[in-house]
């Protein structure tokens, strides 16, 4: 057993200081550690739904887990705001080199024989398909259910933004998130004695 130091979990545990939708005022401020957590359960609650209803067979806790880490690396690169990020062709390749890197780094902070039990979260690139599909699903709808909570908090400014993403979901056409969006998604309208009584 190594008995060095390893700073990787205080690095990841700083994600709650990211705060996301820089370019946007927001009502509701929200950070990188929270938005991981519920694109985690996100994404796990769309897993079982596609187990269960849809035919498939893919593994719900691993993808839980690895998008807990799906914005890991943004502890080094910060949230890149998405209208930046995609703005050309040149920038999507530069912001992906630069995402690479990170991931590099931050795998490179474990202990040496944890590396490779971590790259698989880490290192997006290595997940399955499905996986991939379904974390990048669920963390769509929690931008969607973020831009409704601000346009509920009276900021129209993500109103564009929810029409956008929602249409997307829509576009992406997986029944796991038509399934969400009619059984699970009209509840985030309610106010909390709604929801207890």
């Known amino acids: 057993m190594s008995a060095i130091i390893s700073h990787f979990f205080a690095y990841v545990s700083r994600l709650r200081w990211i705060k996301r939708w820089g370019l946007m005022r927001n009502a509701i401020e929200e950070n990188v ?19 269960r209803h849809f035919g498939g067979g893919v593994n719900a806790d691993r993808i839980a887990a690895a998008a807990l880490y799906h914005d890991a690396t943004e502890v080094i690169t910060g949230d890149m705001p998405t209208p930046v990020k995609y703005h050309s062709r040149v920038m999507r390749e530069a912001f992906g080199d630069i995402e690479h890197k990170a991931e590099a780094e931050l795998l490179a902070l474990l202990p040496e024989d944890l590396r490779e039990d971590f790259s698989p979260y880490i290192r997006e690139s290595r997940l399955p398909a499905e996986d991939k599909e379904l974390i990048k699903a669920a963390d769509r709808l929690s931008a969607w259910l973020k831009c409704r ?46 929801l207890l009584g």
């Open 33 to 51: 550690a929270t938005h991981s957590w519920e694109v985690a359960t996100l994404a796990h609650a769309l897993a079982i739904i596609r187990n």
């Open 149 to 194: 909570a601000e346009i509920r908090a009276g900021n129209k400014e993500f109103e564009p933004a929810a029409r956008q993403i929602r249409q997307r979901l829509d576009e992406d056409g997986l029944p796991e998130v038509a399934y969400f969006l009619k059984v699970f998604a009209p509840s985030y309208e309610q106010p909390l004695d709604n």
